[in-house]
């Protein structure tokens, strides 16, 4: 009989989702058995997704052997049989085409870690500008909206919480997506804090908030807007802040005149009262910060949705203030890329230059369209690791068309998924808990580097991420380029600018701090990272690339605004990707004991405007959209507009970018349309 005696603890991360919190893996004769959450972690509130770690590691649909497709089937082949015929196709590709009609595309779990770096390596050797990420649908244009504000370079500002009077949930509902920031916000409303909740939906925090703003998708910079004009009229704003620390404020004051409350009810349903409450409150009650979800990415106006939001951060004083929204120190870490040998000018995505500067990479929305017209140049062979564009990209029809018109595709993955059917080769890839991971907190709010220690060995074949791009790199010709045999040198080199070594995080498995959180106003000492050393709420940057200085409101497209002859065959707005707790995008939905607290999807549809359609609740009923329909059941609620229904995202049975708009973009990051499309819904 197994005794605790048996158990070896590991200290590692969850990573089911992207706050990582600490975890003791327990390990029984090298295998997981269960995790805890590790003690001394500053992450440690293990939410559901944890339950499903070991049932997601030893899943019988795990795929452990390279695969190759022959007559229409997948046949196991060997590591070397599948370099080999990855170089032949890359190489042909090459020189019949150019480096440019290769494309990869990474995804979430990579962004900004080793593997990423190491794959950026691959493409600027191979010559491809192609290199794309999920950062082209998820926080980068947040980020971009913030930096253009405070420093000209990707910055997200983080609130906090802890010491706030009032806090502000914009598009974000914390329960489902992020327990971490739970742990803060109920603390702080029990000390007697200002909750604001600004979402279409009545989540549980909405019904509990001192004021719940249903807002119309797709206007939120109307209503920031509004707010701006309500505290620069009455004088709510932080005077010596705005004259010592702001550039603009003028003209941003002119500027906002015609976002009067009433006008401002007009564009976003929400009343001018309440307009001016929601601005009132927020700069009255400081320290205040605002928590935006990606639900302000997802629009048409995106990076100016940010760019308004970090607007009311700064003229009200809560920049960089305990309780407040701060930004962070960033991990130094060397870049991989090599110089000089790609030719940026023929990216993909060309018209999307301010993306391409702050994220350093190109954009994936441009994709589709480019492989099936062959315009701007033919795009013949991808690479796609740890991510899923035939579900997770916009019209997912033309995305499976696009990525079938492939001359060669390569998935790397866990599972089967939808893309990795439509491809020629299949790599089986580690998961977070079978190799040495490198972590930077920074994303989730702490300026700290974690190490997620191994906790077993890889399942029968399968391979580390990183080192797959490092092999075939070496097959391509490119071995001086990746001298790394192990993790602990990639990362120790990775780390050298930083002075942080993989033996410090191997010391110290709850992380090893980079930054100072207790330092507020880092501005005071050299200013802000901008050109002009303030806040910059006029963007002198963004009018040099031909976009508008000061956010501006524009009207969601398709929409029924935006579109009257098409709103009249599709009345209702279409909102998507509100979170599921058991789920992270596309992951989890194979897991038993996560699926049983979600078992399946379903549309959210107003009560009254169910009830006119003759629709309850688990009837099957088709919504249609302009771009496709699809087939799910009904959830019949109070919780959701009249006007508005709302579907989650990542689920392949009922795959809700079948409906969704992959060319309405944001005209800055090209961020696609997600929250604001249109619908008809019938019963089936």
């Known amino acids: 009989m197994p005794t605790e005696s048996d158990v070896k603890i590991i200290k590692s991360v969850c990573n089911m989702c992207m706050q990582c919190c600490g975890i003791d893996a327990h390990i029984r004769d090298g295998r997981l058995i269960k995790v805890t959450a590790m003690e001394d972690h500053p992450y440690n509130h293990l939410c559901v997704k944890a339950q499903g770690i070991v049932d997601w590691l030893y899943s019988p649909d795990r795929v452990t052997t390279p695969l190759k497709r022959a007559n229409g089937d997948w046949q196991p082949i060997t590591w070397d049989e599948a370099f080999d015929i990855i170089t032949d196709k890359l190489t042909m590709v090459k020189e019949k085409y150019g480096a440019k009609a290769m494309a990869t595309h990474m995804g979430n779990p990579f962004i900004g870690t080793p593997v990423g770096r190491v794959a950026s390596r691959f493409c600027s050797l191979y010559g491809t500008p192609n290199h794309t990420s999920t950062a082209s649908l998820c926080f980068a244009a947040g980020a971009m909206g913030h930096g253009l504000t405070i420093s000209n370079r990707l910055q997200r500002l983080f609130p906090s919480f802890e010491n706030s009077r009032c806090m502000v949930l914009w598009g974000y509902n914390p329960q489902e997506s992020n327990i971490c920031d739970m742990v803060q916000i109920t603390p702080a409303r029990k000390n007697g804090a200002k909750l604001i909740v600004i979402d279409p939906r009545k989540t549980p925090l909405a019904k509990e908030a001192d004021i719940h703003a249903q807002i119309r998708p797709g206007t939120d910079v109307a209503l920031a807007l509004g707010m701006i004009n309500v505290i620069i009229a009455e004088q709510l704003y932080d005077q010596d802040f705005v004259h010592n620390w702001t550039v603009g404020f003028e003209k941003l004051a002119e500027h906002v005149k015609k976002y ?66 701060v930004y962070l120190a960033t991990l130094r870490m060397a870049q991989l890329r090599v110089k000089g040998n790609v030719d940026t000018s023929e ?145 120790n080199d990775l780390l050298e600018p930083s002075g942080i070594t993989i033996e410090q995080l191997r010391e110290h498995p709850s992380g ?16 802000l990272k901008t050109s002009s050393g ?35 065959d599709y009345p209702l707005i279409l909102t998507t990707g509100a979170r599921v ?58 919780d959701i507009h009249p006007r508005v229904v709302s579907i989650p995202h990542g689920w392949e049975e009922a795959n809700v970018n079948l409906l969704t708009d992959g060319d309405a973009r944001d005209p800055i990051s090209a961020y696609p349309g997600y929250k604001a499309a249109i619908c008809r819904v019938t019963r089936d």
């Open 260 to 325: 009067s409350p009433e006008d401002v009810e007009k564009l976003t349903w929400v009343p001018a009262d309440t307009v001016r409450e929601i601005a009132r409150m927020y700069a009255a009650s400081k320290p205040a910060a605002i928590a935006q979800g990606v639900a302000l990415d997802h629009c048409l106006g995106g990076v100016q949705n940010s760019r308004a939001a970090a607007i009311l951060m700064a003229i009200t004083g809560n920049l960089d203030v305990p309780g407040g929204n």
């Open 347 to 491: 990216v993909v995505g060309i018209d999307y230059p301010v993306y391409n500067r702050f994220v350093g990479e190109s954009t994936c929305l441009p994709l589709a369209e480019t492989i099936i017209t062959g315009k701007p140049y033919p795009i013949k062979a991808m690479i796609v690791h740890g991510s899923n564009p035939a579900l997770i990209w916009p019209d997912s029809n033309k995305v499976k068309q696009a990525l079938s018109q492939l001359d060669f595709l390569v998935v790397s993955d866990l599972f089967m998924s939808e893309t990795a059917r439509l491809a020629d080769v299949f790599l089986p890839s580690i998961t977070f808990w079978e190799g040495d991971i490198l972590k930077d907190y920074q994303f989730v709010g702490l300026p700290m580097a974690v190490l997620a220690n191994k906790v077993v060995e890889p399942l029968g074949e399968c391979r580390d991420n990183w080192q797959i791009w490092a092999e075939l790199g070496r097959r391509m010709g490119y071995a001086e380029y990746f001298p790394w045999q192990t993790t602990d040198e990639l990362i």
């Open 512 to 527: 090893v701090w980079y930054g100072n959180m207790g330092q507020k106003q880092k501005y005071l000492e050299k200013g």
């Open 534 to 568: 303030k806040v910059e709420l006029f963007s002198e940057t963004l009018e040099g690339y031909g976009y508008a200085p000061l956010p501006e409101f524009t009207e969601p497209l398709p929409a029924l605004v935006g579109t009257p002859e098409l709103a009249e």
């Open 581 to 638: 707790g058991p789920f992270t995008h596309s992951r989890h939905r194979n897991v038993a004991r996560l699926r049983k607290l979600a078992p399946y999807p379903a549309v959210e549809i107003n009560t009254d405007t169910a009830r006119n359609m003759g629709i309850a609740t688990d009837d099957w009923v088709i919504v249609e959209s302009p771009r496709g329909s699809l087939r799910i059941r009904a959830k019949v609620t109070d």
